[in-house]
């Protein structure tokens, strides 16, 4: 049984052995009002047996997805799971408890795109408990026990059709996803088009580029590693990113709120927050961010760089010397390094 920090809820964190066929809803869930059948040309993707679904790949001794298999660079084994969950409550402190930015009153219908371990879709049923939220994802590790209002699918949010019709939802929430889609863009288009007018989408996302303010971190080298593996490892994930077919974005989080306007939000609120690599910093609320957020990443970066680094032509040896080299880094209290995490909130204009 995987440990959870949940703390509104009582679900058990077991992951499923099986799943419902693609679209369809786990048997205990009620249907979702709404929900349109799957396009003709998708019709024999539905009927694919569930054991071709959860018949997880296995590399560098790490599990990965099956469904659309290779769209998704990351681990989501146990070990992950475990630190998403952990990330979750890090990003908790980070936002002062708060789920969510977005000022929405009583939504009925809520999508969570890359729902990962499903604890932010777990945790915000408590906040509406009216509403009928839902979490996709790639893999179907979700936990079986949920609150009644949530339910969980295995979908691919890049394909063009969505399983629902236009004006939905009322709110939508996507979260890590840099370095998984060819554009995000694209994402926010069809979370447009399907969002009711009025309804708010919510994207939460680090900037992978590392910042110092007081000039402690060695600065990058164009021509070769810097004296700071952490920092060139996010350069490595870029550039994997770059050579990657499809190519998938990596730096995205700054550019958020623009591709919001582009695609017709308005409203368009950025809201940034400061999370040391390490409990470097002398404030208080900042060190114990930082302790969380250095246990996170020391959990993350063996995940975060085998398939990145591979595509890259490394070898896994080569690939855990330089772990070495993060892993110390990551540690290193001299650096005063800190990431941005940004939280974008957009509304759909309301209809005419």
């Known amino acids: 049984m995987r440990t959870t920090f949940a703390t509104t809820t009582t679900t058990k964190f077991t992951p499923l052995e099986t799943w419902p066929l693609k679209v369809l809803l786990l048997e205990s869930a009620s249907p979702m009002a709404g929900a349109r059948s799957a396009a003709s040309n998708r019709e024999d993707e539905t009927q694919s047996l569930t054991a071709s679904v959860t018949d997880y790949p296995m590399e560098h001794g790490r599990r990965y997805h099956k469904y659309h298999e290779g769209s998704y660079l990351y681990p989501n084994d146990e070990q992950e799971l475990d630190r998403m969950d952990m990330q979750h409550h890090m990003l908790r402190l980070v936002n002062h408890g708060r789920l969510y930015f977005a000022p929405v009153q009583r939504p009925k219908r809520i999508l969570d795109i890359g729902t990962g371990s499903g604890i932010w879709a777990i945790e915000i049923a ?48 996507t979260g890590h996803l840099i370095g998984s889609l060819p554009s995000y863009k694209d994402l926010l288009k069809k979370a447009h088009k399907h969002l009711k007018p009025g309804g708010y989408v919510e994207c939460h996302e680090f900037d992978s580029r590392l910042k110092c303010d007081d000039g402690t971190m060695p600065p990058e080298d164009p021509d070769k590693f810097s004296d700071y593996a952490l920092q060139d490892l996010m350069d ?116 005419g």
């Open 126 to 173: 408590s906040d509406f408990p009216e509403a009928e939220i839902t979490g996709t994802d790639l893999s179907p590790v979700q936990p079986l026990e949920v609150p009644e209002n949530v339910h969980f699918l295995v979908d691919d949010a890049t394909e063009e059709d969505w399983l629902w019709d236009p004006d939905h939802f009322d709110f939508i929430h």
């Open 236 to 351: 490595l994930h870029y550039r994997s990113g770059q050579v990657s077919d499809p190519p998938r974005q990596f730096r995205v989080a700054h550019r958020l709120a623009r591709w919001m306007r582009e695609v017709g939000f308005e409203d368009v609120q950025e809201h940034r927050s400061m999370v040391p690599v390490n409990p470097w910093s002398s404030d208080p609320h900042l060190m114990k961010i930082g302790t969380w957020s250095e246990t996170n990443l020391l959990e993350a970066v063996a995940g975060w760089s085998y398939k990145p680094l591979t595509i890259l032509g490394w070898s896994k040896p080569e690939i855990e010397v330089f772990l070495v080299d993060v892993r110390k880094s990551i540690q290193n209290r001299n650096v005063h390094a800190y990431y941005e995490f940004y939280a974008v909130t957009g509304r759909k204009p309301l209809a």
